[in-house]
């Protein structure tokens, strides 16, 4: 049952569409964690298309930080996404290496449980440099934790236009 499956890919590439379907091919009835910290209308919006789409067979779980204090054993569990989840830590440590330690512990301790884990991150990396210099240290940060959690994943898809590409498989 312990299981890592990393989903990847560029905004709007139906990395989340395609993990809901994945995830409920698992199970009747998976675990939904949000790490969304709501900071606009705009992004409420977003947050809200993505409730709508989720039917009565989910468990929702909000949580920003500390995924594994949640009991998911036996469960699978969609986590959406890294990417929030690495911003939110940022911007409380500002400091990579600090923000990257802390995010791999955290990530041990949730992998460290009996579940099945979908996570879908962003390829920040894959566009051009930012002249923003905090952006340009986010980007790095984010591509070191997609980097830790690839390694660590039994399967990675990366996903083109709507289309999931099998990059690592078990």
Known sequence: MKKIILITGGQRSGKSEYAERLALTL???????ATAHVWDEEFRRRVEKHQERRGPEWENIEEERELSRHDLTGRVVLIDCLTLWATNY?????????????????????????????????????????????????????????????????????????????????
């Not at 199970?27 to 964690?33: L, R």
């Open 27 to 33: 199970s009747p009835h998976p675990v939904y964690m």
């Open 90 to 170: 940022f911007f409380e440590l500002k400091e990579v290496d600090k923000t990257l330690t802390a995010l791999k512990a955290e990530f041990d301790r949730l992998a460290a449980q009996e579940a099945t884990l979908i996570v879908v991150t962003n390829e920040i990396g894959s566009g051009g440099v930012s002249e923003n210099a905090v952006q340009r240290r986010f980007t790095d940060l984010l591509g070191w934790m997609n980097q830790y959690v690839a390694r660590r994943a039994d399967e990675v898809v990366w996903m083109v236009s709507g289309i999931p590409v099998k990059i690592k498989q078990p």
